[in-house]
């Protein structure tokens, strides 16, 4: 009983991803090399400490936005575990977007944090 | 690079199995891993749905949600909406109107087959002769041409349009009758609905081919669609027809403006045109000539093929010449040029009367709707002031500026329909009210004000160039501060100044246009003042005319005369007429006859105009009218047909060859009767005759006892009661007399005159409307600039009054503001609008396109408005209190 309500409250304490971050964060990730889905929602999980919640449902279609704008390609290979999945790359366009992409994110976070100023007590 | 379905549910499937492995290998319990990872993943269904529509059309899914955007924004704020959504109807509106006219008018071609291909010919300069209408040709010449086309054109047909009195059974009606040869239908293409359409076998002798074909319409409105019409016998002009077949629906003969009941074989000529011989007559130019090019034949190769045989044709033509010609004039005769002209649209009176006003209307209409586009660019902007914020926190997270651009451009899009489907209402309302106000001789009823698929691809075409023209500038303008914007403290004051300038920019333009707008309506109704306030030269109040076609209804000869008498003493005799007359040509309907005179003991020079204007009018004419009589007498019952020829002139005649000298007792003959001696027995005051617009010219009066054979008549009733009284008891004079006989332009003189001013009237009244609208919309950009711009300045305001700014001052501060815009549009206005002003030359009347009072009227009443539109906002700004305003910020 007890661990499900704290479980919820992990869930609860988690953010949703904002429309649009999603697809950089999905770049960045690729930087580190080729990976498949599962890997990129398992990735940008760990590295946020489990902050970040992937919703791996969007995670397909903005894949599939990212390779039709042409910033990452994909092929068929084979995983760790030896499981046939989809990989993807990123691509010399992907590279200069997620460069580009990274500055204003910084710039925009640090303007709306200077905007909220310090947490409030 | 296409990927099916399957390929992405493979896809899936290897994510959830990745996923399951994970689960298991953190200790999950492997039994249940794979139904955890399908939950975490979520809906694969709804995934899979939307990788199915995002793949398939991501274009089409961007659209969808933009135009939902749109829609959302314009709920959340319906007040711009609706000011928005109704400037644009304003301004499509009338632009659909006005095209739907152009259109109809000038634009669209013959509904024939292959319309491109069908030419006019024409050959302008010198003639000898009668000459019925322009760009006509006598009957032998077109044959001879025909002979000679078969090489270029695939057919060559002549045509004649006339009214005809049509009776049925018993009762006459006036109809529109087209003479036709025998390629006509052939030649255009034109086959029959029921029965057969007139071919070349209808064209071989004359008189002996009494059949007539209906026009769809006609036979619609006036036997109901009966098929069994053909074959039925109806009498033209009283000359019994057969009616042999009724043809296509759609087509209503060559003249737009003019379109026809029925048709009959040019063989029947005299049953058409009784009083006058026009078939095997050099002399009488009266057929329009048409043709059909050959496949790869161009116009220019037809004027050279057929210009050989029309050489050799003048030659023939000039030997039946009746009067004597210089050397020179001879060479001008024979050297006359052929000319071959486009003619899809076939040729309308219509059309040469309606092109400048129409094209004039157009612009005016197109400065309108970029006035509209202007002032919602206006609202958009002031718009998107408020919701920059909003768009840089979107581009900072990742969304495309051309994705931003596109959506604030679907928006526009979406208001430009709207815009459009409301502007679509009003032009069709507008339509009929403009064919309203056109004379039905003027073709009203060729035209129609259904908003057809023509007019509507022309509005929907209008909706995205407005779109992009109000939409694009502040799209770009939006989204182009990116993180400028969110800067801190730059708060809400955010790409002010610049946009302020360019508000103020769109507002001077604004101006600029509306003065072209405000002088044009300012010049056409100084023009339509001018023009009624010449004094046509006789009394127009209190004067009726009615008109009839004798000749056409059984009265040949004597018999047209002695109806006319008839008529005359029956319309005398009714209680409250005080005079009552008739005449040949009717007053101010644009009608003439010219006769080339000569004067005893006047030399003319060479090249000298001789010809007068002249009217055959019964006794008591001059009276009826109210022409004052100057010298000598009126004619009298004495004036017989046989006796001494008389004539009375008006003083332009009299004072050209007998100046200083009584010209009573005078002669002079006409060329066409040589030696017949015509004497002058009295002269009348100059009055103006066709129309108000033209200068008067010599002209003369004979009686019509002594005018040869009649046909039109017009008479004249002049009263002491109202037209209402009056109106009954003369057609009850016409029934008493014949009541078979059909009357026609029955009205007052002074509604007679209006409707020969109808252009200008058309032009007038909308130029009017569209000045007022112009000045409506830059009064409203004008108040909304300077509203933001004093809600801007509400601070700084506020500051100067705590330090003791008087508020006249700060009033007068915004006022001048707006009077410097006010000034830099009307000063950037004027060199447009003494251009445009040169375009509309021949509209006007009595004054210059660049008359200086109307364009400065124009120019101040601009400025007045726009003090009248800024005072708001001044005031606004002198009640600002400089407490509430500091505390503000």
């Not at chain 2, 001013?757 to 909308?766: F, G, K, T």
């Amino acid at each position: 009983m007890s661990t499900r309500k704290a479980s919820r409250r992990d869930e609860r304490e988690r953010i949703a991803l904002l429309q649009g971050t999603l697809d950089l964060l999905i770049l960045r990730t690729l930087v580190f090399g080729a990976q498949h889905g599962q890997g990129i929602a398992r990735a940008i999980e760990t590295q946020s400490d489990d902050t970040l919640l992937v919703d791996h449902g969007s995670l397909y279609p903005a894949l599939q936005r990212l390779e039709e704008r042409g910033w990452i390609d994909a092929e068929w290979g084979v995983s760790d575990n030896n499981r046939k999945a989809r990989f993807y790359t990123l691509t010399r366009e992907g590279r200069k977007q997620l460069t580009a992409q990274a500055r204003q994110w910084r710039r925009l976070s640090a303007v709306i944090g200077r905007i909220l100023g310090p947490e409030e007590a | 690079m296409t990927r099916n379905d399957d390929d992405f549910a493979r896809e899936i499937e290897a994510h959830v199995a990745l996923e399951a492995e994970r689960l298991v290998a953190e200790g999950h319990d492997p039994a249940s891993a794979r139904t955890a990872a399908l939950k975490k993943f979520g809906n694969v269904t709804k995934a899979r749905e939307r990788f199915h529509e995002s793949h398939r059309n991501m274009w089409l899914e961007d659209l969808r949600k933009d135009v939902a955007l749109a829609l959302r924004s314009m709920r959340r704020n319906p007040g711009f909406a609706t000011a928005a959504i109704l400037t644009l109807a304003l301004g499509i509106g009338a632009n659909a109107a006005i095209f739907s006219l152009t259109d109809q008018v000038l634009l669209r071609p013959l509904p024939v087959p292959r319309p491109h291909e069908l030419v006019l010919l024409d050959s302008p300069g010198m003639y000898q002769g009668s000459t019925r209408g322009q760009q006509t040709f006598s009957e032998p010449m077109f044959r001879g041409l025909r002979g000679a086309s078969a090489p270029v054109l695939s057919g060559m047909f002549a045509r004649f349009g006339t009214g005809a009195s049509v009776s049925t059974d018993g009762d006459a009606a006036r109809v529109r009758i087209e003479a036709v040869s025998g390629d006509y239908f052939r030649t255009l293409g034109i086959g029959p609905a029921i029965g057969r359409v007139l071919g070349p076998d209808d064209d071989r002798t004359p008189d002996a081919h009494p059949v007539v074909v209906l026009s769809h319409a006609y036979w619609q409105s006036r036997f109901g669609g009966d098929p069994g019409v053909v074959g039925r016998g109806l009498r033209v002009n009283g000359f019994p027809m057969t009616i042999v077949g009724v043809a296509a629906p759609g087509f209503n003969g060559f003249d737009l403006g003019r379109p026809s009941d029925l048709f009959a074989p040019l063989m029947m000529d005299s049953a058409l045109t009784p009083t006058w011989k026009s078939l095997n007559d050099w002399r009488e130019r009266w057929l329009h000539v048409s043709g059909r090019l050959r496949p790869g034949v161009t116009p220019e190769r037809v004027a050279a093929v057929l210009d050989v045989t029309y050489r050799r044709l003048l030659a023939e033509d000039f030997k039946t010449v009746r009067v004597r010609f210089s050397p020179e004039e001879r060479a001008e005769f024979l050297g006359k040029p052929l000319e071959v002209l486009p003619g899809a649209k076939g040729r309308s009176q219509l059309r040469t009367d309606f092109s400048t006003p129409l094209l004039a209307l157009m612009g005016m209409v197109a400065v309108v709707l970029l006035l509209a586009c202007v002032n919602v660019a206006n609202l958009m902007m002031a718009r998107a002031s408020t919701q920059q914020q909003e768009l840089a926190v979107r581009q900072a997270l990742g969304a495309g500026r051309f994705r931003l651009v596109r959506q604030r451009l679907t928006e526009s899009l979406v208001l430009a329909s709207a815009g459009t489907l409301t502007g679509l209402l009003i032009a069709s309302s507008t339509t009929r009210l403009l064919i309203g106000m056109l004379p039905e001789d003027a073709g009203a009823s060729a035209l129609s004000a259904a908003i057809d698929l023509r007019v509507i691809g022309f509005a929907m075409a209008l909706a995205v160039v407005t779109a992009l023209g109000f939409g694009l500038l502040p799209a770009l303008r939006a989204t182009g501060s990116r993180a400028a914007a969110l800067r801190p403290g730059t708060g809400r004051v955010l790409g002010g100044r610049k946009q302020a300038r360019l508000l103020r920019v769109l507002v001077v333009a604004q101006i600029a246009l509306s003065l072209l707008l405000v002088a044009g309506a300012g010049l056409f109704a100084r023009s339509l003042y001018n023009l009624r306030s010449i004094e046509p030269g006789f009394a127009t109040d209190h004067l009726l005319q009615l008109r009839i076609t004798a000749a056409l209804n059984g009265y040949a000869g004597p018999q047209a005369l002695l109806l006319a008498s008839r008529l005359r003493q029956e319309l005398t005799a009714i209680a409250g007429v005080t005079a009552a007359s008739v005449a040949t040509v009717p007053a101010m309907m644009n009608g003439f006859g010219f006769q080339t005179v000569r004067v005893q003991g006047y030399d003319p020079a060479t090249g000298e105009d001789m010809n007068s204007m002249i009217n055959s009018v019964g006794p008591g004419y001059l009276a009826t009218l109210g022409v004052p009589l100057l010298q000598g007498r009126d004619f009298t019952d004495s004036d017989v047909d046989g006796g001494q020829r008389v004539a009375i002139v008006n003083e332009t005649m009299a004072n050209r060859f007998w100046k200083g000298e009584s010209p009573i007792g005078r002669r002079f003959s006409r060329q066409s009767e040589t030696g017949v001696e015509i004497e002058v027995v009295g002269v009348v005051r100059d009055s103006r005759f066709a129309n108000l617009r033209d200068e008067v010219t010599m002209s003369y009066y004979i009686p019509l006892t002594q005018s040869g054979p009649l046909n039109g008549l017009t008479f004249y009733v002049r009263h002491r009661a109202t037209d209402a009284a009056i109106v009954p008891a003369v057609r009850q004079a016409v029934t008493r007399v014949d009541p078979r006989l059909p009357v026609y332009d029955f009205r007052t003189m002074e509604s007679q005159i209006a409707e020969s001013m109808y252009i200008e009237r058309l032009v007038s009244s909308l130029s009017a409307l569209f000045g007022l609208l112009a000045l409506g919309l830059a009064a409203v950009g004008l108040y909304g600039v300077m509203s933001h711009a004093v809600a801007q300045r509400r601070r700084e305001i506020g500051i100067r009054m705590a330090l003791g700014a008087e508020r006249m001052s700060v009033l007068w501060n915004v006022l001048r503001q707006v009077l410097v815009l006010a000034v830099a549009g009307v000063v950037l206005g004027l060199p447009a609008a003494l251009g445009a002003g040169q375009l509309i030359e021949s509209l006007l009347f009595g004054l210059a396109p660049r008359d200086p009072a109307t364009i400065a009227a124009a120019a101040a009443v601009l400025i007045a408005v726009a003090a009248l539109a800024g005072y708001i906002p001044a005031m606004r700004a002198m009640r600002v209190d400089p407490v509430i305003a500091l505390r503000d910020e």
